[in-house]
């Protein structure tokens, strides 16, 4: 529940500290006080929309500060955890900045926040009913998200909304499909063209450069083998040949090595270049034998190097790459070839999506029928007690047959009511009297805040056009809503304001330059002259203060 409030610079106040307790608690005070700021503020700190005129006259920026208790609010405690805003205690700390030039601020238990985390936090705080709430009750939307809330309709609406996500995406696929099923079609043929082209080549991505490598040695085949042939020739076979030169001038160091030893190096350096003179002639030798003049070999790789360069050149690729491009164009083609692409595969699971869907959208029909009678009973038995006697409420649930998918179900709701009897059921839009619509929009709400569990509801005037007996009846409904959880009532009727467990009085305190307002919590003395000058306007009599100790008690 709400446990304090803090504002500063806003609208009219300038400063206020207050106190918020559970049970009933109603906030009276003169025509135009501002008992309605208050909630103003807490509707901002909950996500409402701000601009600069909500900052005092000629103070920089307007300052809310909420406390909650959400001791008992589950669901808070493990949104706050899910956004990694939890505190350290069971008090939840909202702040909301406004500056004069319109900018905003926002935190929760000190983290910054935007204002969809305020109201995501706020739906699970508080319920606001405001004295305007019949023009919403106008509304096709609001009418079926009233039922729904009574029906507490979240998980089916949940289910149905995906089962119409997922036929939604099957029926533009579908469609997408269809129409471009021609373009689809030729896509495919062109990847298995290419797909056939590309593994007729058989290529390697090492064989380009392998080939080029071929196609040199083959092109220039003769003049290697002559170089080599002559090699060996000078090298070993000739008269003389390095190899004999290289043996004589050994065999004369040999002679003259035991005379200096210091010829021992260069004679073992002359040997070894003797070997390997010997081994390069024997390598020119065979590399010359193994050269093969084959024309029909050379003309074979000109072609193939050929067919490569061409199909590179046709798909804009280097040669190593086209193995590569062949893989991408084969899985390219086995995705088309899928079941995203098959159109009558997609028709078939659409057909089932559709019928998927029916089902959550029946189901939901189904539970908004069983309470639209649920809460049509109550809010008619609500309007005898609020003085239309022989008046009957009632919620139409429809759906028909060639109704679109949509995804809040396939239902037409509608509120109707007849005010007097005897009169036929009409749509609410179509009720003339405002006093019976401000009726009849009250007694919809008070039945279905009896469903709400949230910790906090609170009551903008709702009471404005009734009087009498019938303004007692809204105040025993609203305490008895307080017996469980916290609510806040403006209210300008004291037979509504007599039955709140405490009361809060609005007033506006003018100074010389400025107008404030100030709201202070009343004793039970001063609430017996809040009461009566309620009740008896600006003289107040004995005969008003005795009425008013008699509401009182």
């Not at 309709?153 to 533009?172: F, I, P, V, Y």
């Not at 220039?220 to 043996?247: F, M």
């Not at 893989?327 to 088309?336: D, G, P, R, V």
């Not at 609020?386 to 047959?401: D, H, N």
Request: aromatic share 4%; proline share 3%; charged share 25%.
């Amino acid at each position: 529940m709400l446990t304090h409030i803090h504002i500063r610079d806003f609208a009219i106040i300038e400063a206020l500290d207050l106190e918020l307790y559970p049970g009933m608690t109603a906030l009276t005070g003169e025509t135009g006080a501002g008992k309605s700021i208050l909630l103003d503020a807490i509707g901002l700190v909950l996500g409402d929309k701000a601009d600069s005129s909500t900052v005092r006259h000629g103070a920089d920026k307007a300052e809310i500060t909420l406390s909650v208790d959400i001791t008992q609010t589950p669901s808070a405690r493990a949104w706050l955890e899910g956004q990694g805003m939890d505190g350290e205690d069971e008090t939840c700390i909202l702040r909301r900045l406004i500056t004069a030039n319109g900018k905003s601020r926002a935190w929760i238990n000190g983290s910054p926040a935007n204002l969809t985390q305020l109201r995501e936090l706020g739906e699970q705080l508080v319920d606001i009913h405001g004295q305007h709430e019949h023009q919403s009750l106008m509304k096709k939307d609001a009418q079926r998200d009233m039922l729904d809330a009574f029906a507490e309709n979240d998980g089916l609406l949940a289910n149905t909304r995906a089962a119409w996500k997922s036929w939604k995406q099957l029926h533009e696929r579908v469609t997408t499909l269809a129409s471009q099923n021609q373009q689809h079609q030729e896509r495919v043929d062109l990847l298995k063209f290419q797909v056939q082209e590309l593994g007729a080549l058989q290529l390697q991505a090492e064989e380009p450069e392998q080939l080029d490598e071929e196609l040199n040695r083959l092109a220039n085949a003769e003049q290697l083998r002559s170089t080599a042939a002559q090699g060996y020739d000078q090298l070993y076979d000739s008269e003389p040949s390095l190899y004999s030169t290289l043996g004589s001038l050994i065999h004369d160091l040999e002679t003259q090595v035991g005379i200096d030893a210091r010829l021992q190096t260069p004679l073992e350096l002359l040997t070894s270049a003797q070997i390997q003179v010997q081994e390069a002639a024997i390598e020119l030798r065979d590399y010359a034998e193994s050269l093969d003049l084959d024309p029909a070999r050379l003309q074979w790789v000109e072609n193939r190097i050929a067919d490569i360069r061409n199909l590179a050149r046709k798909y804009r690729v280097e040669p190593q790459e086209l193995p590569q491009r062949l893989t991408q164009i084969e899985a390219e083609l086995a995705q088309l070839g899928g079941g995203d692409y098959d159109l009558e595969a997609l028709e078939k699971q659409l057909l089932d999506a559709a019928a998927a869907y029916r089902k959550q959208a029946d189901t939901l029909s189904t539970a908004r029928s069983k309470a639209a009678k649920q809460l049509s009973t109550s809010v008619s038995k609500a309007m005898q007690e609020l003085g239309m006697q022989g008046g009957k409420f009632e919620i139409i649930v429809t759906q028909a047959p060639d109704a679109s998918f949509q995804t809040m179900g396939m239902d037409s709701i509608e509120f109707t009511v007849s005010a007097n009897p005897g009169q036929p059921l009409k749509p609410l839009m179509k009720v003339a009297s405002g006093g019976e619509l401000s009726r009849i929009s009250l007694a919809i709400q008070m039945i279905a805040a009896q469903k709400v569990t949230l910790p906090a509801l609170i009551f903008d005037e709702v009471d404005t056009g009734i009087g009498g007996g019938i303004a007692e009846v809204v105040g025993k409904q609203l305490r008895n809503l307080g017996t469980n959880r916290q609510v806040l009532c403006v209210t300008h009727l004291p037979q509504v304001a007599s039955q709140a467990h405490q009361q809060y009085k609005v007033t506006k305190i003018k100074g010389k330059e400025h107008t404030s307002t100030g709201i202070v919590q009343l004793t039970q003395e001063q609430r017996v002259e809040e009461i009566a000058r309620m009740i008896g306007g600006v003289e107040i009599t004995p005969a008003t203060r005795a009425l008013a100790e008699e509401m009182l008690g």
